[in-house]
């Protein structure tokens, strides 16, 4: 949970994003959060089919493993 906020609280790795109107930024945000939410909820999904099977990691990252 806490890894999350964090993520959610740092910058992102993006092009900058000017809008003139506040409810363009808040639907920003409300975007970026829906997708970090997605995100954590489809690596615990794949975290929990991994237990199930006995599967400690998944070489699919560029550092070989996904744990």
């Given amino acids: ?3 999350r906020h964090a993520l959610f609280k740092t910058e ?3 092009a900058p ?3 003139k109107k506040p409810r363009r930024a808040a639907g920003l945000v409300h975007a970026v959060f829906l997708a970090m939410t997605l995100d954590a909820l489809i690596e615990r999904t794949l975290r929990q089919g991994m237990s199930q099977h006995g599967i400690e ?3 699919i990252l560029p550092e ?3 744990a």
């Fill in 17 to 19: 994003v000017y809008l």
């Fill in 12 to 14: 992102l790795e993006v």
């Fill in 57 to 59: 990691a998944l070489p």
């Fill in 1 to 3: 949970m806490e890894k």
């Fill in 64 to 66: 070989g493993t996904f």
